[in-house]
């Protein structure tokens, strides 16, 4: 069966070849392959490739791990052990040493019977009476710490209260006040004064407004004036008052002014610009020269 060679090919028909192993394709160079070898232990024994080689290439005929006696390579050391044996072999020291609970070890505290240990120096209390320690005499420094001994506690001393009247002269008593007893209206005078009114009963004045009393000034008082504007303006004060009412006929704000714009009713002149040409037929006949449109170009 032929090919056209004609038609193209789909890339579903075109098979790459693989890039690894060996290469069809002698434009690509086959990596290196490597396996495993097929040679025997004593085959390869016989192989000899240099001095140091040898050195670490193992001997076939050693034995194994299995084949050594490890009990022939260690050597006996020396052992040691406590011995068993008594130790006065010629004296009976369990029938003659008593044991531990019965030697009677006398007591270190209290008096010392051997002479090898001292006794210790003891105190005891003394069962003598105040009574009978006071007729002791041993130094002058220790009468001198009995003094006071026969002065009465702090129980027995009785202090005086220092309020109110002090029975030793030594004390100063303070002076004291009382409410008399006696009635409060004796002498006619006050009798009197308790029959007049209660102070609640007069009728006191007001201070404010005018004072019906001579001694008593009445405040000044100040009233809005009801005088209308023409009775006002025909009195005079002063020059200056007469200033102050420069103005009052001038018409109020409401007042009706003219308007100020367009044409004016009044005699006054008014402005406004003017409607001849700018330029007279004098100046048009001198000026004929074509303007800057009638140039055809």
């Not at 710490?145 to 026969?150: E, I, N, P, T």
């Not at 020059?239 to 409401?254: F, I, L, M, N, W």
């Amino acid at each position: 069966m032929s090919q056209d060679r004609t038609k193209a090919w789909e890339p579903s028909q075109m098979r790459a070849s693989s890039t690894f192993g060996r290469q069809a394709v002698s434009e690509r160079s086959n990596a290196p392959a490597f396996k495993f070898g097929s040679a025997t232990r004593a085959t390869q024994a016989r192989v000899y490739l240099s001095k140091e080689h040898e050195k670490h290439t193992s001997r076939s005929d050693s034995p194994g791990p299995a084949g050594y006696d490890p009990a022939a390579a260690l050597v006996q050391t020396p052992a040691y052990r406590f011995p068993r044996a008594d130790r006065f072999p010629s004296i009976d020291l369990g029938a003659q040493s008593p044991g531990p609970g019965q030697h009677n070890v006398p007591s270190g505290l209290g008096i010392q019977r051997s002479s090898s240990n001292r006794s210790l120096p003891s105190y005891s209390m003394g069962k003598a009476t105040r009574e009978g320690l006071g007729k002791l005499h041993a130094s002058r420094a220790e009468s001198v710490s009995k003094f006071g001994s026969h002065s009465p506690g702090p129980a027995h001393n009785i202090t005086q209260p220092t309020l109110g009247k002090q029975s030793s002269s030594r004390c100063k008593t303070a002076p004291s006040a009382s409410f008399s007893k006696s009635e409060r209206f004796v002498h006619s005078s006050t009798a009197r004064v308790g029959a007049l009114s209660a102070p609640k009963a007069y009728a006191t004045p007001s201070t404010f407004g005018k004072q019906v009393e001579g001694k008593h000034v009445s405040e000044p008082r100040t009233a809005f004036g009801t005088a209308d504007r023409q009775a006002q303006s025909r009195v005079y004060i002063s020059k200056e008052h007469c200033v102050t009412a420069v103005g009052r006929d001038s018409p109020g704000p409401q007042a009706h002014f003219s308007n100020s714009h367009g044409r004016q009713h009044e005699s006054t002149r008014s402005a406004g610009f003017s409607k001849s040409d700018r330029w007279g037929p004098r100046v048009k006949a001198e000026l004929g020269s074509p303007g800057p449109g009638a140039y055809s170009s």
